[in-house]
């Protein structure tokens, strides 16, 4: 699997879908986008995922997690690990919500370097994908990530959040 081959597995729920945004995460070495409704019942306060983002961040100064939401209510309210690495990672870490045009985006995605990715069908739906080693489909999401990303704003703030 270290190997750069291009790897595809698919996903048949949300519990797949976890457990591959965990193994996006640890392949994670210099950025990583993450796109969601709302982050709900995905393991983001998760004691684990959280030593994962956070053993990320503590990596390199210059690695960047980019958190983008239709609905950033479920991270500023109920998420106390996620508010806890905007706090400690301001610089490194951001979380931005979309716009209501942008709604009609029903894909969520994640991106790791260019290289890996995960992916669901759509918000209801459990199935989708975690590309390991495929550059050029990971480009194109990131690519999507982006042009979602220059027309949100930020949402959450260590000091918006009470903390």
């Known amino acids: 699997m270290g190997d750069g081959t291009l790897q595809h597995t698919r996903l048949d729920g949300i519990a797949d879908y976890t457990a591959a945004l965990d193994a996006l995460c640890g392949l994670a070495q210099h950025d990583l986008y993450l796109f ?47 508010t806890m690495l905007l706090r400690h990672f ?42 390991r080693h495929d550059p050029g489909n990971a480009r194109a999401l990131k690519s999507r990530f982006m042009e979602m990303w220059a027309a949100s704003r930020p949402a959450a703030s260590a000091t918006t959040l009470g903390l």
């Open 36 to 82: 969601e409704k709302n982050y709900d019942g995905l393991g983001f306060n998760a004691e684990a995922r959280y030593e994962m983002l956070r053993n990320f961040l503590l990596a390199n100064p210059a690695n960047r997690l980019f958190v983008l939401a239709h609905d950033t209510r479920y991270l500023a309210a109920q998420c106390p690990r996620m």
């Open 90 to 131: 301001g610089s490194g870490m951001f979380i931005y919500q979309t716009p209501e045009n942008l709604h009609r985006i029903t894909e969520p995605f994640a991106v790791a370097d260019d290289t890996h990715y995960v992916r669901r069908f759509h918000f209801d739906d459990p199935r989708g994908i975690l590309a």
